[in-house]
Each structure stands twice: as C-alpha cells, then as structure tokens.
C-alpha cells in the first residue's frame, strides 16, 4: 500500500467519524429541525421535582408529538425529545395530543391522554417517581 492510499484511508475514517459524531450529536440533543413548545407544567409537591408536557414539531415529515419529561425543578426543556411518554395522532393530523400530569404525590404522578392517540413509549417509573397512565376519549368539540 502506497503511502498516499494510506493517507487516503485514514482521511476517508477520520471524515465518516467526524460525520458519524455530528449526527449522533444532532439526533440525541434534538438540535436541528425539531421545536419544543411547552404546554404546561407542574411542581412536585415536595418542589423538588417539575413535570412538563410539550409539544415537539419536527417539520412536515414527521407526526406533531405530545410528550412528557420529569425535570429536577429550575432545569429548563431546552430541546430534548423523549421522556416518560411519547403519544401523536396519525401523519398529517396536524396537531399534538391531550395530555395532562398531575402529581398525585411527591412520589407518584398521573397522565391522563387522548386515548385515540397512537402510544409511541411510556415508562410505568422514572427513578423514584411511580407513573400511571389513563386513556381518556373525549367528546368532540
């Protein structure tokens, strides 16, 4: 092997690292295209915890997503994705789900949903903190 073939290949790696980075950084930060808009939240009722629901819009090729994340209380949603619960109607909807989390306790915590939406994730525990889920069919407006 020549020794510009070699540097070639070590130039090819280090680029495909180089890209492999940036994108793993921009789809686990949630950089990018996607944008948070928090819908509401609540204190734990020891403060020490937050919960908040949020909308994540990714742009038009992906579903309009209602999700939830339980936060140490002061810390801001920024623009992670993901959470406890992750719901969308189907694509093209064009809107996020109901959902709405109420603390039952500084240790348990209640999210009720729009049960016609498609369920992506839900987590029954998130550290200390018990979750329940109850699907709720509204009436139309």
């Given amino acids: 092997m020549t020794s510009t073939t070699r540097w070639l290949i070590i130039g090819g790696l280090a680029l495909a690292a180089v890209l ?31 919960v908040v629901v949020f909308k994540r819009d990714c742009g038009e090729a992906m579903d309009v997503t209602t999700q939830v994340v339980i936060l140490p209380r002061g810390e801001n949603l920024g623009n992670r994705s993901g959470g406890i619960f992750v719901i969308a109607f189907d694509h093209g909807a064009g809107r996020a789900p109901w959902v709405e989390a109420t603390w039952v306790s500084p240790d348990s915590l209640l999210i009720r949903f729009d049960d016609q939406a498609k369920l992506f994730h839900r987590t029954p525990k998130s550290g200390t903190i018990v979750v329940q889920y109850v699907g709720v069919r509204r009436a139309a407006a």
């Fill in 20 to 50: 492999g980075i940036a994108y793993w950084g921009a789809t686990t930060t949630g950089f990018g295209t996607c944008a948070n808009h928090e819908l509401s939240s609540a204190d734990a009722p020891n403060r020490q915890w937050r």
